[in-house]
């Protein structure tokens, strides 16, 4: 009977995208919101940044997402693209390569050959592509899917500290919006150490750190800068 085995591996690509949408979005808005209240202005103010930056936010998200992982996504077809040439060109030489490749992880160089041999007989580009240029089915870039998972990701964090600001009044925004985005923070943190197979306290501990850092930072610019202007 088949076994169909699931890695963690396999999730990399949204989750990578997901966490970092999210976390950005909690880090970036409770930011915004610390520091447009802390120059003093009242609560109108400070959801109106706090909107805009969610909308500015989740725009620049998708499209830094999409126009990195398109990058990405151009040069694996362009290596594919010169992969194709070498095969049809020199397929003798190509399977020496892939036989050398399997000789340096460790195996015999006479069976080396003739797994070459099968597999570019199988697929001879799906062979080169996954073990001279590393590029699978789980690690293939997918422009649409980050962005639009980056895009959401970020949204759904921003909400969140936008939604304290709504339910709590202005004089009371610099400890609920911090506190209440450290917490969401050790939430994300945790949950994508879960869905990862990685250290939960770590993981927690790390976006916490990095979180509590810009909020604190963000807060004094604020406090500064709005007494000046």
Do not use: C
Not at 38 to 46: R, T
Not at 54 to 67: D, F, I, K, P, R
Request: glycine fraction near 10%; hydrophobic fraction near 55%; charged fraction near 15%.
């Amino acid at each position: 009977m088949k076994h169909a085995e699931k890695h963690r591996t396999e999730r990399i690509g949204w989750l990578r995208a997901a966490v970092l949408g999210a976390n950005d979005g909690i880090v970036s808005t409770a930011s915004l919101v610390l520091g447009v209240a802390a120059s003093g202005v009242g609560s109108k103010a400070v959801l109106v940044a706090g909107i805009a930056g969610l909308v500015a936010g989740a725009m620049s998200m998708a499209a830094g997402e999409y126009v990195s992982v398109s990058s990405q996504s151009d040069t694996e077809r362009a290596d594919l693209a010169k992969e194709v040439e070498e095969l049809a060109s020199a397929p003798e030489q190509e399977r020496a390569e892939l036989a050398e490749i399997y000789v340096r992880r460790g195996v015999d160089p006479e069976l080396a050959s003739t797994v070459a041999a099968q597999l570019m007989e199988h697929d001879a580009l799906g062979a080169h592509a996954r073990d001279e240029l590393g590029i699978s089915e789980v690690s293939t870039a997918r422009p649409i899917q980050a962005a639009l998972a980056s895009a959401g990701a970020f949204s759904v964090g921003a909400s969140l500290p936008l939604l304290i600001a709504l339910l709590f009044p202005a004089s009371s925004l610099m400890w609920s919006v911090p506190g209440s985005s450290l917490l969401f923070l050790a939430l994300l943190g945790s949950l994508a150490a879960k869905a990862g197979g990685a250290s939960i306290v770590i993981a927690a501990w790390r976006v916490t750190f990095w979180g509590a850092l810009a909020m604190a930072l963000t807060a004094g610019a604020g406090a500064l800068f709005g007494g000046a202007v």
